[in-house]
C-alpha cells in the first residue's frame, strides 16, 4: 500500500469523525482508520481478513455503487452484521477503482444527513484521490503482467528486452537470482475467475494473473527456493480467501535461475509441479520441482510419457476394474515388496496376499521377482494419477 493511500483514508476519518476504510474494487481491504466507535462485524471482519465475503460484495453491489458517482447511502442489515454506511466511490476518469466506506454512528442519524455539503464535497475529492492512486497501481500491475509475459515467451530477444526494461523501472536486478511460481486459481461460480489481492505478497514479487494460473516471479538472491515456497505458501492462502471453495488450490516451484531471461525453464519446472500436486494432494499444497522425485518424468509431456509406461501389461491390470488388485500391487511395491508390510498396510492376511500377486502375475505376466519387471510395474502405477487422462482406452 503507497503512504498516500493510508493518508487519504486517515483524512476522511478525520473529517467525517467517523470510522473509515479502503478497499480496491474487488473488495480486498487496502487501508483503514483506527478510530474509537463501535464497529459492525463487516469492518472487523474487512480488517481481520483482508477482504469481504461475496455475500457481503453482492449485498453492497446491489446499491449500484459500482456505476455510482456519487455518495451512497447503505442501510443497515441486522442479519448480515452491517450498520448503515456512505460509500464514496473511488473513481478515476469515469471507471471506479475501489470505495471509501464510512461507518455510521447509529445516535447520531444517517452519515450522509448529517454532513454538510462542503464535508461531503471535500470527501468525495479525498475518495477520487484514492481513485487516482489505485489507478496507477491497476496500470503498473497490468504494465508487469504484459512485461512478465514476454520474459516467460520462447523468443529470446522479446524476453531480454522485457527483462532490461523491469531492470531500468527498478522493479527486479537481472543479478539476482529468480524463483518462478505457479498458483491455481479456481473458477467463480459466474464462470469468472476468482480475484486474489496479489498487493499483499511481499515487495519485488511480480506477478501475472491468468485463466486459472497465476504466475509469480520471485527474486530470492542468497535465500534460494525457501523464499519462494514462502511466498507460494501465502498465494496458495490468498487465492483460498478469495475463492468460494479453498480445496484443490496449489502452487508448482520451480528451480532458482541465475538471471530472468532464464525464467521460462523455472517456471516450466513449476507448471510441472503443479500438474503433479493436482493429481497427487499428497505432494501438494506447494509442490517443489526439486522434490518431485518420479514426477519429475511428466516434464516429458503426460502423452509421450503415457505412452512409455501404460505398457500392455500395466494396460491388462488396469483392464481388469480390479482396484483391490491394483491397490495391491503399489502397497507391496511401495513396501519394498516386504509381505509382511504390505500385508499389515492393506489389513489383510499374508496368505491373502500372496494369493493377489500370484493372480497379479498371470494377468500382467511380468516376473514379480525380477527388478525390471517390477520397476516398469511401480513406475507405471506411481505416475498412474497424473496420467490418468492419457491412459489408453485399454487401460480402463
Known amino acids: 500500500m503507497r503512504p498516500d493511500l493510508q493518508a487519504v483514508v486517515d483524512e476522511a476519518a478525520a473529517l467525517l469523525d467517523a470510522p473509515v476504510t479502503l478497499e480496491d474494487r474487488d473488495f480486498h481491504l487496502v487501508a483503514f482508520a483506527a478510530h474509537d466507535a463501535p464497529v459492525d462485524g463487516v469492518r472487523q471482519a474487512s480488517i481481520l481478513q483482508r477482504r469481504s465475503t461475496p455475500d457481503v460484495r453482492a449485498w453492497f453491489e446491489g446499491f449500484g455503487i459500482a456505476t455510482a458517482t456519487g455518495p451512497v447511502h447503505v442501510p443497515a442489515d441486522g442479519p448480515r452484521g452491517v450498520a448503515a454506511r456512505l460509500c464514496l466511490p473511488a473513481r478515476w476518469r469515469d471507471v471506479t477503482y475501489g470505495y471509501l466506506w464510512v461507518v455510521e454512528d447509529p445516535a447520531a442519524g444517517p452519515v450522509d444527513g448529517s454532513v454538510d455539503g462542503g464535508a461531503a464535497e471535500a470527501a468525495m475529492r479525498l475518495a477520487g484521490r484514492a481513485g487516482a492512486v489505485l489507478a496507477q497501481q491497476a496500470r503498473a500491475r497490468d504494465d508487469v503482467a504484459w512485461l512478465l509475459d514476454d520474459v516467460l515467451a520462447a523468443d529470446g530477444d522479446a524476453a531480454e528486452r522485457a527483462a532490461e526494461t523491469l531492470t531500468g523501472r527498478g522493479l527486479v536486478q537481472r543479478s539476482v537470482r529468480v524463483v518462478a511460481v505457479a498458483v491455481t486459481v479456481p473458477p467463480t461460480v459466474d464462470g469468472g475467475r476468482t480475484p486474489a489481492n496479489l498487493w499483499e505478497l511481499p515487495r519485488g514479487v511480480l ?19 525457501d523464499a519462494a515456497v514462502a511466498v507460494a505458501r501465502q498465494a496458495v492462502d490468498l487465492v483460498r480467501r478469495s475463492a468460494p ?5 496449489v502452487a508448482g516451484v520451480g528451480d532458482p535461475r541465475p538471471d530472468l531471461v532464464d525464467a521460462r525453464a523455472s517456471r516450466h519446472e513449476a507448471l510441472v509441479a503443479v500438474r503433479a500436486a493436482t493429481a497427487v494432494p499428497a505432494l ?23 505412452d512409455a509406461v501404460l505398457e500392455p501389461p500395466v494396460a491388462r491390470l488396469l483392464a481388469t476394474g480390479d482396484d483391490d488388485l491394483v491397490r495391491t500391487a503399489r502397497v507391496w511395491l511401495d513396501a ?23 493372480r497379479l502375475a498371470g494377468i ?12 516398469r510395474l511401480h513406475l507405471a502405477l506411481t505416475l498412474l494419477p497424473a496420467l490418468d487422462a492419457h491412459a489408453a482406452p485399454g487401460a480402463r
Open 207 to 225: 506477478a501475472r494473473p491468468g485463466d486459472g494460473l497465476i504466475d509469480l516471479l520471485v527474486p530470492v538472491g542468497a535465500r534460494g527456493e
Open 284 to 306: 501438494g499444497p506447494v509442490a517443489r520441482w526439486s522434490a518431485l522425485g518420479v514426477h519429475r518424468l511428466l516434464a516429458c509431456g503426460a502423452r509421450a510419457l503415457a
Open 364 to 375: 500382467t505376466g511380468l516376473d514379480l521377482a525380477d527388478g525390471a519387471d517390477r520397476l
Open 245 to 249: 471453495d479453498g480445496s484443490g488450490i
Open 336 to 358: 519394498a515388496c516386504s509381505p509382511q508390510r504390505a500385508a499389515a498396510d492393506l489389513g489383510i492376511h499374508r496368505q491373502t496376499l500372496y494369493q493377489r500377486l500370484a
